[in-house]
């Protein structure tokens, strides 16, 4: 629905001169993610306050025209998509770090604020940030916390949610809130701030963040195992977890990731290699050089024909992962990326299961991702103007999305459904659970003007 000239004659009002973006260079600079999809907005406003959110939600709710609020844009599922048309609203320029309390390892952060900078202010002062999404260099902290952001360490630290303890946000009617604590502990009511963690900007406008810290480990150790057989790289996630370690990250890189990756940063990944596992552990350095001993025992007796510490290719080897994404696209020029995740034990068998899907179907089928919690990033590259090339990859998609649910696994670690994945929510979602979901949307959101579209249709 374009937005009326009384709208945006009151959007001005509430933003002052500069803050409403109506030309269609700002609008298409904020009409696509990383999924490829355009969706233009017919406006952009970026606000600074709270009461500026609050009053464009208002004023969206009595004019009847829908929000999209817009982080970095790094998305994967077109959750800051403007789907519906209407207004994106961007907190870019909302990027203060509040307030860095040391002594009870707590910050206070605005959404606009990136992850990768955050994280180097907290390092300086002897503190950790561990969520590290691969997009940390350009995501905001707001966007990690709307979609429930993941990473690499994932599996020793946990998730973006884990690190969330309050929130100051606006709700789609409009009202200004306060929920979670600034404590280690706190059980007063509903859980409103994990409610809205991970809710993919459907319920509320997050405005400020309170983050939990922990100290910085003083050591971190990235290592390599080589396999020939994927099989062998996949059954070593769980030996490793049965051993007794818990290192701060496993990542798995199939040969097509690895031909990938090397092609694109000249890292020395070996590119003959069935597979590769890239593990790291951090700790104290006596602790770390000990996990290190471990892992390598375990990695060798399951079959890995070479380990090694990366020592001066560390920072190297993490970009050549980190930048698999945009690697991809030698393949060709779109990409399906879907972020599965299945138990540890059920890994080796949804490998074996996704090599069967690309040798049948003849589709490049890369995948890779963070193996020590399971998550699989399962990428099919194409050329939809190909006839059918479309229509194939999707029935690949049902496939693997199938027997990731067969499996007990989700379709969704890290990326949120947004409106890409909507059409399966319902094979993992129950109808009872659903119709709870959408009232606890009706409950933010009387009106659905906040991000349409997303997670339910």
């Not at 000239?5 to 260079?25: F, Q």
């Not at 080589?226 to 059954?235: K, P």
């Not at 698999?324 to 068998?349: Q, T």
Request: charged share 25%; net charge neutral.
């Amino acid at each position: 629905m374009p937005l009326k000239e009384a709208a945006l004659k009151h959007l001005r009002g509430i933003l002052g001169p500069g803050r409403l973006d109506v030309e269609i260079e700002g609008r298409a600079c904020n009409a696509y993610d990383a999924t490829g999809q355009i969706h233009t907005p017919d406006a952009v406003a970026y606000p600074e306050t709270k009461d500026e959110i609050a009053a464009i939600l208002r004023l969206a709710n009595a004019m009847e025209f829908p929000v999209a609020p817009r982080g970095a844009g790094t998305g994967m599922t077109g959750g800051c998509l403007a789907v519906q048309g209407g207004l994106v609203l961007s907190t870019a320029r909302m990027r203060r770090v509040v307030s860095l309390d040391p002594a009870n390892m707590v910050a206070r952060v605005e959404p606009g604020v990136v992850c990768g900078r955050f994280q180097e202010e907290v390092e300086a002062m002897g503190l950790f940030y561990p969520p590290d999404p691969s997009s940390a260099a350009f995501s905001t902290l707001g966007g990690n916390v709307a979609e429930c952001a993941g990473g690499p360490r994932a599996v020793k630290y946990g998730v973006t949610r884990d690190y969330v303890l309050g929130l100051e946000a606006v709700t789609g009617a409009g009202a200004c809130i306060r929920c979670g604590v600034q404590t280690a502990k706190g059980v007063v009511g509903y859980d409103l701030t994990r409610l809205i963690t991970g809710s993919e900007g459907t319920l509320a406008v997050i405005t400020q963040i309170t983050l939990r810290l922990l100290p910085k480990p003083a050591s971190t150790l990235t290592m390599t195992a080589v396999y020939d057989s994927v099989e062998d790289a996949a059954r070593t996630v769980s030996a490793i977890f049965q051993a007794g370690i818990v290192p701060c990250a496993i990542e798995y890189l199939d040969q097509a990731a690895l031909v990938c990756a090397e092609d694109y940063m000249r890292a020395g990944l070996p590119t003959d290699a069935g597979a590769v596992l890239l593990l790291a552990a951090d700790g104290s350095l006596s602790q770390t050089r000990e996990d290190a001993a471990r892992l390598e025992e375990v990695c060798r007796f399951r079959g890995a024909r070479a380990f090694e510490a990366a020592g001066e290719k560390t920072e190297k080897l993490w970009a050549a992962r980190k930048s698999l994404s945009p690697a991809l696209f030698r393949h060709g020029p779109h990409k399906i990326n879907e972020d599965i995740v299945v138990p540890r034990s059920r890994i080796p068998e949804m490998v074996r299961k996704i090599n069967e899907i690309r040798e049948r179907t003849g589709l490049v089928m890369v995948t890779f991702g963070h193996a020590g919690d399971g998550n699989m990033h399962v990428n099919i590259m194409l050329d939809k103007n190909n006839p059918g090339a479309l229509e194939k990859a999707d029935k690949a998609v049902d496939e693997v999305f199938a027997l990731t649910l067969a499996l007990g696994g989700t379709i969704s670690g890290e990326h949120g459904v947004g409106a890409t994945k909507m059409r399966w929510f319902g094979q993992e979602i129950h109808e009872e659970e659903r119709a709870l979901m959408l009232a606890v949307k009706r409950a933010f959101d009387p009106k659905g003007i906040l991000n349409p579209g997303k997670i339910f249709g």
